[in-house]
């Protein structure tokens, strides 16, 4: 299968001394229904490397080299392209996928060949869970993190909730995730609907949500949505006035664009991963300039994972002295603290999650933004969430 190749600062040609490459292959949905998610996601991977290496893009003087391959958000294309990259260009560190159904194939590929994989941006809870192995580390959230941090912000003795979400892994662990979490705040979930990914009309699923709770008697009644990818359900549910049932919308953060959105739902409340103007740190501070000075933008939610991503693999690969030995990173990699655009993540040594902060926000209308700004309440740093571990 055709793959891209991204000649990175410093990085000699192919034909060259490839022994001497840091090969990093980044296998994403690069065409697809989350093309956006996987642009923010690329960009912030070169951010991170180059940043990290401070523009020379060589680590321990040897230069990177990064590959690309477009999953099309394909399982079986991704497992594939996983296969070709490890096995045909001696990738020495895979990252991605954009999707977690694609990732879930991907898997076995890094335990078949014995290198590694590094999670971004998938975010179900599986992927360092039940179908984790020892050569999976992932720098993205998990749902369980989302879960988390959205029953922090959101839960509560009184509070019933009921949910909306897409019928893949994503939808199904975030759901599961999150009605754990809520149970521990004393909150509960009374109702979960489930629709497919391409779902464009809602008026049948708000419909059962509706029915199911309008006989619900509590202090305070919620519809959480998780959704990724477009068609965001929000603007067309707020349109058929759940107020009338005494229900209110809730979610998490989301990318810029999906944001518009939230402006028609000022002190709609959750928990985000990230967004620009919350982080202060010199690293986010560098992100931010740069981003705008180049994109004439302000990074999004996808880029800080991204580099966040690409930190991690310098830092790694500096500690364990080269990228081609793959024990030695993993043990480089195991309880790993280094700094990102949100602060301090670590790989937890049970299951390779990256632990890191969260941010409970609640959403402002400002003149000088036309989508609904995540302004900060708080910081949920990783020290207050019990993310469980889930490989076993």
């Given at each position: 299968m055709k793959r891209i190749i991204t000649a990175l600062a410093c990085a000699v040609a192919l034909?060259?001394?490839?022994?001497?490459?840091?090969?990093?292959?980044?296998?994403?949905?690069?065409?697809?229904?989350?093309?956006?998610?996987?642009?923010?996601?690329?960009?912030?991977?070169?951010?991170?490397?180059?940043y990290a290496t401070d523009g020379t893009m060589e680590i321990n003087g040897?230069?990177?080299?990064?590959?690309?391959?477009?999953?099309?958000?394909?399982?079986?294309?991704?497992?594939?392209?996983?296969?070709?990259?490890?096995?045909?260009?001696?990738?020495?560190?895979?990252?991605?996928?954009?999707?977690?159904?694609?990732?879930?194939a991907m898997l076995p590929v890094a335990e078949e060949y014995e290198r590694l994989l590094l999670v971004e941006p998938a975010v179900a809870?599986?992927?360092?869970?039940?179908?984790?192995?020892?050569?999976?580390f992932r720098t993205g959230r998990n749902s369980s993190q989302d879960a988390i941090a959205n029953a922090v912000a959101l839960g509560g003795e009184g509070t019933v909730v009921a949910t909306l979400a897409q019928d893949y892994a994503f939808g199904r662990d975030g759901v599961a995730a999150f009605r754990e979490a809520?149970?521990?705040?004393?909150?509960n979930v009374a109702h979960e609907e489930y629709v497919p990914t391409d779902t464009t009309d809602f008026t049948a699923a708000a419909?059962?949500?509706?029915?199911?709770?309008?006989?619900?008697?509590?202090?305070?009644?919620?519809?959480?949505?998780?959704?990724?990818?477009?068609?965001?359900?929000?603007?067309?549910?707020?349109?058929?006035d759940p107020s009338r049932f005494g229900i209110e919308i809730a979610?998490?953060?989301?990318?810029?664009?999906a944001l518009t959105a939230y402006k028609e739902l000022p002190g709609l409340e959750g928990a985000t991963y990230y967004y620009y103007e919350i982080p202060e740190n010199p690293i986010n501070d560098w992100l931010v300039k740069t981003h705008f000075e180049r994109f004439g933008t302000p990074p999004?939610?996808?880029?800080?994972?991204?580099?966040?991503?690409?930190?991690?693999?310098?830092?790694?690969?500096?500690q364990a002295g080269g990228s081609d030995?793959?024990?030695?990173?993993?043990?480089?990699?195991?309880?790993?603290?280094?700094?990102?655009?949100?602060?301090?993540?670590?790989?937890?040594?049970?299951?390779h999650q990256a632990l890191q902060s969260m941010y409970h926000f609640r959403t402002e209308v400002q003149e000088d933004k036309d989508y609904g700004v995540p302004v900060l309440v708080r910081e949920i740093t990783m020290d207050e969430m019990s993310v469980p571990v889930r490989t076993e």
């Open positions: 034909t060259g001394s490839a022994a001497a490459d840091i090969r990093i292959g980044h296998v994403y949905g690069k065409t697809g229904p989350l093309e956006a998610y996987a642009a923010q996601s690329h960009t912030g991977l070169k951010l991170g490397l180059e040897e230069p990177i080299k990064l590959l690309e391959y477009d999953t099309q958000l394909d399982p079986a294309r991704g497992r594939s392209l996983l296969a070709e990259a490890y096995g045909d260009d001696d990738v020495h560190i895979a990252v991605g996928p954009v999707s977690s159904g694609v990732a879930l809870d599986s992927i360092t869970g039940s179908n984790w192995n020892r050569y999976i809520l149970s521990e705040t004393g909150a419909e059962r949500i509706f029915t199911a709770m309008n006989d619900v008697e509590a202090e305070r009644k919620l519809l959480f949505i998780i959704w990724a990818g477009g068609g965001n359900p929000m603007s067309q549910l707020n349109a058929m979610t998490g953060g989301n990318i810029l664009p999004d939610f996808f880029t800080a994972g991204g580099m966040a991503a690409g930190l991690a693999l310098v830092e790694a690969i500096q030995d793959t024990e030695a990173l993993i043990e480089a990699m195991e309880g790993m603290h280094w700094e990102t655009p949100k602060g301090t993540m670590m790989f937890r040594p049970e299951d």
